[in-house]
T-cell receptor
Framework: GEDVEQSLFLSVREGDSSVINCTYT??????LYWYKQEPGAGLQLLTY?????DMKQDQRLTVLLNKKDKHLSLRIADTQTGDSAIYFCAERSNDYKLSFGAGTTVTVRA | DADVTQTPRNRITKTGKRIMLECSQT?????MYWYRQDPGLGLQLIYY???????NKGEISDGYSVSRQAQAKFSLSLESAIPNQTALYFC????FGSGGDSYEQYFGPGTRLTVT
């Protein structure tokens, strides 16, 4: 079965960069995703990367994928207070289901 | 209006009671999912449905049942609620997709269920 792991907490100073890391085990994963969950809300897709890519950049977000090590990271540049949330890494296996990590709670301090 | 809605948003019930959580979507997607979220465990898939006649068990289906009443509606039932089913429940939808689609799942706002 699939297994996705990520650290549970990250504290970052406003204006600094945040880096959230994730490892996964399913080598057949086709897409990998980062979802954001704000308090009291559902999950919202932030960005995704196809498995044949190494990097994807979208404004303040940079996703790096190391397929050899099955490691995915999300970098948020110039972190703002509105970036405080829980961030979930997820992988899609070939049968189109998602497996989620436990979520990283990011706290942005002034 | 929200694309994926869930009712109720909050519910407190007693052990042994039957409870139904409902999900409706206006996105026109064929695929619908039910997840539960527990602190430190992330989201776990309970059931999923690829169309009205195709319903599948997820990782943690014991103690739950589902009904896909229509393309737009997918309900989750707890036949006899127990305290360890206290959790946040999310419904999600996705399209089958074509040509570069990310197969993104769209989530409802969640139902917070407490079983006492």
């Amino acid at each position: 079965g699939e297994d996705v792991e990520q650290s549970l907490f990250l504290s970052v100073r406003e204006g600094d960069s945040s880096v959230i890391n994730c490892t996964y085990t399913d080598s057949s994963s086709t897409y990998l995703y980062w979802y954001k969950q704000e308090p009291g809300a559902g999950l919202q897709l932030l960005t995704y990367i196809f498995s044949n890519m190494d990097m994807k950049q979208d404004q303040r977000l940079t996703v790096l994928l190391n397929k050899k090590d099955k490691h995915l990271s999300l970098r948020i540049a110039d972190t703002q207070t509105g970036d405080s949330a829980i961030y979930f890494c997820a992988e899609r296996s070939n049968d189109y289901k998602l497996s989620f990590g436990a979520g990283t709670t990011v706290t942005v301090r002034a | 209006d929200a694309d994926v809605t869930q009712t109720p948003r909050n519910r407190i019930t007693k052990t042994g009671k039957r409870i139904m959580l409902e999900c409706s979507q206006t996105k026109g997607h064929d695929r619908m999912y039910w997840y539960r979220q527990d602190p430190g465990l992330g989201l776990q898939l309970i059931y999923y449905s690829f169309d009205v006649k195709d319903i599948n068990k997820g990782e943690i289906s014991d103690g739950y049942s589902v009904s896909r009443q229509a393309q737009a509606k997918f309900s989750l039932s707890l036949e006899s609620a127990i305290p360890n089913q206290t959790a946040l429940y999310f419904c999600a939808t996705s399209d089958f997709g074509s040509g570069g689609d990310s197969y993104e799942q769209y989530f409802g706002p969640g139902t917070r269920l407490t079983v006492t």
